[in-house]
């Protein structure tokens, strides 16, 4: 970073400091937000992965001249990233899932055949401290320590620099290092929009609800078991045997091995259930509707959704247009047949609710899930580990080093993987 840029963060910084100084001091203060515009800064390039056409991990490619984001909208924030983590999602866009709609939403003129999406940087989680901010920003100032859900169709966060709205960033929780942060913004925003958005649950109507997890001890589950514990519910989730105990850790009320070959059976036997997260898909559908109390507002929601792969493979117009078909009718005979409702639920970025999250995190209510941590040079290797399947929890990309890194030095003399502690839990990947 130029000595410019670095001077505008120190000033932000000494600001923020100042601010809170006085705030303690019982002084009723608004923090000014400085903006930092120096156009050498903003014109430089930055180091990131990316990738230049779709396939596997050799398409991976790193460069220290991708061109920096910029704050070109008023309420941009512009983040420096200290840590990443890598989703599922991030292994399929990188084979060019979901590649026609996602294209066409940055760029509609792409439907006309203009356009490039490469290069394309992956990564959809973010923690790390705010460098710049548009001029109408109110929620957040330079050297504030954030943390976000980056949206597929914008360029990710394995890279120094990312910039989004001010609605999808939050301030990261306190207790969190930046790579503990990191593992949560992604499964976070998937969960509450699975759980609140399409299953209608909150804080204040989940106390005593009945709700059954599958492929619960995934990224999404192990966040989706916390989050509904501490609303009051009952949880049941499936997962393979061996992963019993992190879930019941996490506070699962009843495990089921999925493995087993009979979990329909034993589910079966069950109270019936009030909403269904269904992470697996497939033949799950085909039984799992059934374990929902009937006629009394009992939703099905799945994260397994054809939107992407129809898009991909019929195109955008027509792929949309089946897919949207394929969930009326379902959705259709479902409510017809037992008063269910069957629904899609999709990865949605939010900042506000984030904050919502981040209180559960300092209260102590939501621990992260870590298993691997890799340094910004090893992300193929990250990838690769992702890739091998089973893994006990998320994979951390640490893109700056932080200053109290003991405990990063340890996870790379034991090959990047974390052993589960107070703070840090292990989770099997979907």
Avoid at 20 to 25: D, E, S, W
Wanted: proline share 5%; glycine share 10%.
């Amino acid at each position: 970073m130029t000595t410019s840029g670095l001077l505008c963060v120190s000033l932000a910084r000494a600001a923020a400091g100042s601010g809170k100084a006085l705030a303690r001091a019982g002084c009723s203060v608004r923090p000014r937000r400085l903006v930092c515009t120096s156009p050498s800064r903003l014109q430089g390039c930055m180091s990131a992965w990316c990738v230049d056409s779709y396939g596997t991990n050799e398409v991976l490619r790193f460069s220290e001249e991708i061109p920096m984001p910029t704050v070109t909208s008023p309420t941009d924030v512009m983040i420096q990233v200290h840590a990443t983590s890598l989703n599922p999602l991030d292994v399929a866009m990188r084979g060019g899932y979901g590649a026609k709609l996602l294209k066409l939403r940055r760029d509609p003129m792409s439907a006309m055949g203009s356009g490039a999406e490469f290069p394309l940087i992956l990564g959809r989680d973010v923690s790390g401290v705010v460098l710049e901010c548009g001029p109408e920003v109110t929620h957040f100032a330079p050297g504030d320590e954030v943390w976000a859900a980056v949206p597929p169709w914008k360029q990710g966060s394995l890279a120094e620099y990312v910039t989004l709205t001010e609605y999808e960033v939050s301030h990261k929780p306190k207790l969190l290092s930046h790579a503990e942060a990191s593992s949560i913004p992604y499964v976070a925003n998937t969960a509450l929009s699975a759980l609140v958005n399409a299953g209608g649950l909150c804080k204040d109507s989940s106390a005593n609800k009945r709700v059954l997890i599958t492929g619960g001890s995934g990224g999404v589950g192990t966040f989706a078991i916390q989050l509904l514990k501490a609303w009051g519910a009952h949880v049941t989730v499936t997962c393979s045997h061996n992963a019993e105990g992190l879930v019941r850790g996490l506070g699962a009320d009843e495990v089921v091995d999925y493995a087993a070959g009979d979990a329909p059976k034993w589910l079966g036997a069950m109270q019936k259930f009030d909403v269904i997260l269904d992470g697996v898909g497939g033949e799950t559908e085909r039984w799992a509707t059934g374990l929902l109390k009937p006629w009394s507002g009992a939703k099905y929601v799945t994260l397994v959704t054809p939107l992407l792969s129809s898009t991909d493979s019929m195109g955008a117009l027509q792929g949309a247009l089946c897919a949207g078909l394929a969930l009326h009718n379902t959705a259709v005979q479902s409510v017809m047949s037992s008063g269910v409702f069957y629904r899609w639920a999709f990865y949605t970025p939010d900042g506000p609710a984030l904050d919502e999250v981040s209180q559960l995190v300092d209260a102590g209510k939501i621990l992260p899930v870590v298993e691997a941590q890799f340094p910004f040079a090893q992300v193929p290797q990250a990838f690769q580990k992702l890739e091998e399947g089973h893994a006990r929890g998320k994979t951390v990309v640490r893109v700056a080093e932080e200053e109290d890194d003991g405990q990063s030095q340890e996870l790379e003399q034991n090959g990047g993987v974390a052993e589960p502690g107070a703070q840090q839990h292990s989770a099997e990947q979907n």
